[in-house]
């Protein structure tokens, strides 16, 4: 049987739905009444250890009830899981992660509290704990939480775990010798001055962990405390020590004759609560939570890779949700899934969901009629118990996990651990936190928030201009510089962007204009808007005009509030496209730049003693006002098109939506591969404004070849030289992006 928590990590090939436990039967139900008396056994003796650790010093006169408040969260906790949870053949009840922060808590009152008061504000303490934890577990379950550990950091879960095994094993030597463990007591026993109860239990501890780890048999732990129980009678008879001798030496629990929990809402224990004493644990009350719905998680996550079954995670916490709010509210112990228990239970042959009831009713008959017997187990069995489950998750969580866990991870495991020791379990959770949070910043600030940075050369535009314009705006090209941001942005990150920026501010030939594309950020914090602020001002001071593009409206938001988009900042556009055009406008409008026409480029390829009029006469003027259709996508293509006034743009549908993808200017032409291929239109033509275009008809296109071949040729040479030197600048654009 394996020691818990098992390690989380991705799931295999998964059986769909819960484990389906089969038809109900007698013989069925002998095996889960069987399964049960087993892991009974198993889980009684923890629910004791683990009372033992809650009780002590102020408390451990009271011990009978903590007894009594374990058993009873065990019965309800397991109606419940039968009842509603979707692993029906999960053990639960109190579990290993979550006791020695309980303990932390009733320590706390025993320590702070007046002895009068010590009981009832140590069981309203854990009824508030309780609640708090169901409440949460339930809440975390309606609203689908299940996920959350996900976006836990592996090394605080490791720290978490690694924390709780180390309280567990010296929870357990504080149990084996009756008071709570303390580091001078470790080093009087190194001195030679130990405790022979300390060493049995520590010894005992060793023990059932080495034989569990060699010896898979669903009777092996069950057998083992049963034999260690009547071997530590035996020692104590061989020493003639009789039972009031070995109670009086703290061998032996006191005598008790029934477990019964206290009921919480008593007027008389209310009455004697110390308010301000459960108030000072609200902290470990809050790591009672995270420790345990950690180890739920973990638990039903392991069990799906052990049993290879498909756990819902959120029905379980609501489940055992509900459960535990119960159950506190009638003063039992909080609980959750048991890892080791529940593999017991399946091992032993359990069946069905009847194993968990029949598991309940043993439970309450240990906590009606089991007292004489429980007060005869040996205390350090109680505390070789909780040794041994300390000791498997220490080696799990702390030298298992140096193997899988880089160096600066391990190293927050151990400091979560180290803190835990020497100042208490609530710094550690924080410290690991903190440590994590602090290695992603520094993680992430390593990756270059830029994704690209180009030119407006390298950059396709989706404006089809004529030639004189396209001429131009490539020779200003190299003045514009695309900034293509990504991911999350905050101090560490924008702090490297800062430099580059600044390094190409202050080169030998810093850019005229500077666009900051965010389609690509999925965030930005205030920091990092900050920085953004200072960009725009240091590039303002170089004569550099920055523009936005692509914000999302939570970066819009930030970056308004840190004041980067007031009056005098930077332009904002939809996209780099929408960018990039406004500065080609821009830029032609400044130069003045005639566009040339498609009759003067024409003019150009003809055959000497022929003029373009004779190739016009075979065009057709058409007039079309905004949102005229020139043609639609799917048409046959039996005409191409000349602008020769105006501007069209081209949509294709995508996902049901006409999304622009060209913009074809005066001197553009429109449809020509089409005419010459016989292929259907493969765009939606549409006027933006008033416009002008110059038809050219297959019928028309065919008496030309018929009657001037030699203009029908230069005709053609022009459109395919026009292409071919389309496709240079594409290619030439395209070889820059990917750099």
Request: include cysteine.
């Amino acid at each position: 049987m394996k020691n818990e928590p098992a390690i989380p990590g991705p799931l295999p090939a998964a059986r769909v739905g819960p484990v389906s436990p089969p038809a109900l039967s007698w013989a069925s139900a002998g095996r889960d009444l069987t399964a049960a008396v087993i892991v009974s056994l198993a889980a009684v003796s923890f629910y004791i250890s683990a009372a033992s650790l809650l009780f002590q010093g102020a408390l451990a006169s009271h011990l009978p009830v903590a007894i009594g408040s374990a058993l009873l969260g065990g019965a309800v906790l397991a109606v419940f899981s039968a009842w509603r949870g979707s692993l029906p053949l999960a053990s639960v009840g109190a579990e290993p992660a979550t006791i020695p922060v309980l303990a932390a808590i009733t320590a706390g009152v025993a320590a702070q509290a007046a002895a009068p008061a010590a009981l009832s504000t140590a069981v309203v303490a854990l009824m508030i704990t309780g609640l708090a934890v169901g409440g949460a577990w339930w809440l975390m379950g309606r609203h689908g939480g299940g996920d959350i550990i996900r976006y836990i950091p592996y090394p605080v879960i490791g720290g978490f775990l690694g924390s709780v095994g180390w309280l567990m094993l010296t929870g357990g030597m504080g149990v084996a010798m009756g008071r709570s463990f303390t580091l001078p007591l470790a080093w009087g026993w190194l001195t030679g001055q130990g405790d022979l109860r300390l060493a049995t239990g520590m010894a005992l501890g060793v023990c059932i962990w080495w034989i569990t780890l060699r010896v898979q048999h669903v009777l092996t732990l069950p057998g083992v405390i049963v034999l260690a129980g009547l071997a530590l009678h035996a020692g104590l008879w061989l020493a003639g020590m009789d039972l009031a001798a070995a109670r009086a030496q703290g061998w032996l629990l006191a005598p008790f004759s029934q477990t019964a929990p206290v009921w919480p809402w008593s007027p008389a224990l209310l009455g004697a609560v110390q308010w301000d004493v459960v108030a000072q644990q609200a902290g470990l009350m809050l790591s009672a939570v995270i420790v345990a719905s950690i180890a739920l998680l973990l638990s039903d996550t392991s069990l799906e890779v052990a049993w290879e079954a498909r756990a819902d995670i959120n029905r379980d916490l609501r489940a055992l949700g509900q459960g535990n709010m119960v159950l506190s509210a009638m003063g039992g112990l909080v609980g959750g899934v048991s890892i080791s228990r529940s593999v017991l239970n399946r091992t032993a042959g359990a069946a069905g969901r009847g194993s968990g009831l029949a598991k309940a009713g043993i439970c309450l008959l240990a906590m009606g009629w089991g007292g004489p017997a429980i007060a005869l187990v040996p205390r350090p069995l109680l505390g070789g118990l909780l040794f041994y489950l300390g000791l498997g998750m220490f080696k799990t969580w702390i030298l298992d996990s140096r193997s899988r866990l880089p160096w600066s991870d391990y190293l927050t495991v151990l400091a979560m651990v180290a803190m835990t020791a020497v100042v208490g379990f609530l710094p550690a959770v924080c410290v690991g936190v903190l440590a994590c949070c602090l290695d992603f910043a520094v993680s992430s600030a390593r990756l270059s928030p830029v994704r690209r940075l180009v030119t407006r050369a390298a950059w396709p535009s989706k404006v089809e201009r004529s030639a004189a314009h396209t001429e131009f705006l490539q020779t200003v090209a190299p003045r514009l510089h695309i900034v293509e941001l990504q991911g999350v942005l905050f101090f560490g990150s924008t702090t490297r962007l800062l430099r580059e920026v600044e390094a190409l501010l202050e080169s030998a030939t810093p850019p005229a204009r500077l666009l900051f594309d965010f389609q690509r950020v999925r965030w930005l914090d205030s920091s990092a808007s900050q920085v953004f602020g200072r960009l725009f001002k240091l590039a303002r001071r170089h004569g550099v005009q920055v523009d936005v593009s692509h914000p999302s409206a939570s970066v819009r938001s930030a970056l308004q509030a840190a004041g980067c988009l007031g009056a005098g900042g930077p332009t904002v556009h939809a996209d780099i496209d929408a960018a990039v055009c406004a500065w080609d406008d821009a830029a032609l409008a400044e130069a003045q730049v005639p566009a040339d026409t498609f009759e003067a480029r024409l003019a150009e390829s003809l055959p000497t003693g022929t003029t373009a009029r004779q190739v016009m006469a075979y065009f057709a003027p058409l007039t079309l006002a905004p949102g005229d259709v020139l043609f639609t996508q799917g048409e046959a293509s039996d005409a191409l098109y000349l602008v020769r006034s105006g501007r069209l743009s081209a949509y294709v549908q995508a996902g049901g939506q006409a999304v622009a993808v060209r913009a074809i200017h005066a001197g553009g032409a429109i449809g020509e591969m089409g005419l010459f291929r016989g292929t259907p239109r493969s765009a939606t033509l549409r006027a933006d404004q008033d416009s002008v275009v110059l038809c050219l008809r297959r019928a028309q296109l065919e008496a030309l070849e018929s009657q001037h071949p030699a203009l029908a040729a230069s005709l053609y040479r022009l459109f395919l030289g026009q292409l071919a030197g389309r496709l240079d600048q594409l290619t030439a654009q395209a070889h820059a992006l990917s750099l």
